[in-house]
């Protein structure tokens, strides 16, 4: 699992949109579902570009499935769209909100076309999704 910026602050980020829970109370509630199906979850939080691209690369060998959380870079970022093409595994786009349904700066993911599916406004279950996404795409 792979969160951009500010999604650390997730809990007292605008409630009405990204609801209360924290980041780690979503990371545990996938922890604890992918548990029984044999799947450990790793997960990197960063408010930094470049840390994100790195543990993309570090993904490599190491990880069967990518499910990310982009934050606004979803909406901007080439550099981090290249660095998950180059992930030979399973990719899924996730986000809290609806981006398509809010401002026009967020209708553009630059990271739809290098990903197997987007998961957006579900709030946490989005992430549970997520999971299942990755369990299906596995078994493939
Ligand atoms: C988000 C949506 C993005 O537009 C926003 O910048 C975020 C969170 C979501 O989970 O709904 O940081 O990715």
């Known amino acids: ?3 951009g910026p500010n999604l ?3 809990g007292v980020r605008d409630p009405s949109v990204y609801g209360l829970t924290t980041l780690d109370e ?6 604890a579902a992918a548990a ?10 960063s408010n930094f570009e470049g840390d994100l691209i790195e543990a993309i690369h570090d993904a490599r060998g ?7 959380n982009a934050g606004a870079l979803t909406h901007t970022s080439w550099a981090l769209t290249d660095a998950l093409a180059i992930f030979p595994g399973v990719k899924v786009e996730v986000h809290l909100s609806n981006p398509a349904a809010r ?18 406004g579900f709030g ?3 992430y549970d999704l997520a999971l299942a ?6 078994a493939d």
């Open 1 to 3: 699992m792979l969160s």
């Open 36 to 45: 029984p199906l044999g799947l450990s979850v790793r997960h990197i939080q």
């Open 62 to 68: 190491r990880s069967a499935a990518i499910v990310i």
């Open 26 to 31: 979503h990371v545990e509630r996938v922890r």
């Open 8 to 10: 650390d602050q997730l």
């Open 124 to 126: 946490g279950l989005s």
């Open 103 to 120: 401002e026009p700066f967020r209708h553009v993911s630059t990271l739809a076309g290098v990903v197997h599916g987007t998961i957006a």
């Open 133 to 138: 996404a990755v369990v299906e795409l596995l």
